[in-house]
């Protein structure tokens, strides 16, 4: 089963603009998680903020999380057309020891020149 | 080795058949992770490994379906009396270890696209 929520399904914004992704969960967690998928393939890492985190940066991110709204975004600054990708939340519960990821159903942001 | 490394990249197979899928973590990797993505959605759980034991396996969406890790690094997932709703790309990801200390994120292999025909 899917945790988390995206909004929105699809973004579509120029070069140059900012982009901004949220994500809604439903139980507590450790910690949440943003991902990037190009072509349905592999996910690459971008960014982890700590259930006890408010905001994080990281280059051009800038992730926020809300632990009593249980919702998160994520803002893209000054996007280029090489941000074209899925981006997907993954929330990470305790679970048999592990950190068991969960993950929404992704915002598929296109950037156009 | 650098990445996780998943083979075959793509796998047709007709209904019924038996496929085994492999992943190769990052090398010191203890932890790892198999998750199902069928087109648009997100990922899903299947099963973790911690070591060679099989710590979460509620994932797996029935008996037909089996992961192995016997020496704690190269894991197969296996798939038996496949079904055309098997089709879906499989990830496998590994991250140094499991639990609060694993805080770095997961390294994802690039997946491998199963269609069942």
Redesign the interface.
């Known amino acids: 089963?899917?945790q988390?929520e995206e909004d929105p399904q699809a973004l579509s914004i120029q070069e140059g603009e900012n982009a901004t992704m949220n994500c809604s969960y439903k139980t507590s967690i450790?910690?949440l998680?943003w991902?990037r998928q190009n072509s349905?393939?592999?996910?690459?890492?971008l960014i982890?903020i700590?259930s006890n985190e408010r905001e994080k940066h990281s280059g051009r991110l800038r992730v926020t999380l809300d632990t009593s709204k249980k919702s998160s975004s994520l803002l893209i600054t000054a996007s280029r057309a090489a941000d074209t990708a899925s981006y997907?939340c993954?929330t990470a519960r305790?679970?048999?020891?592990?950190?068991?990821?969960?993950?929404?159903?992704?915002t598929q942001l296109k950037v156009e020149l | 080795g650098a990445g996780?490394s998943q083979t075959p990249s793509n796998k047709v197979t007709e209904k019924g058949k038996y496929v085994e899928l492999r992943c190769d973590p990052i090398s010191g990797h203890t932890?790892l992770?198999w998750?199902r993505?069928s087109?648009g959605?997100?990922?899903?759980?299947l099963i973790?490994f911690?070591g060679t034991g099989a710590?979460?396996d509620?994932g797996l969406p029935n008996d037909r379906f089996f992961a192995v890790r016997p020496e704690g690094s190269v894991s197969t997932l296996k798939i038996q009396r496949t079904e055309r709703g098997d089709s879906a790309?499989y990830?496998c990801?590994s991250?140094l270890r499991?639990?609060?200390s694993?805080?770095?994120?997961?390294?994802?292999?690039?997946?491998t696209r199963l269609t069942v025909v």
């Open positions: 089963s899917q988390g450790n910690n998680q991902y349905g393939r592999g996910l690459v890492h982890l700590r997907f993954a305790k679970a048999g020891g592990g950190n068991k990821l969960t993950f929404g159903t992704g | 996780v932890a992770y998750y993505q087109l959605q997100g990922p899903e759980f973790y911690q710590a979460d509620s790309v990830l990801a991250s499991g639990g609060d694993s805080l770095a994120g997961y390294t994802f292999g690039s997946g």
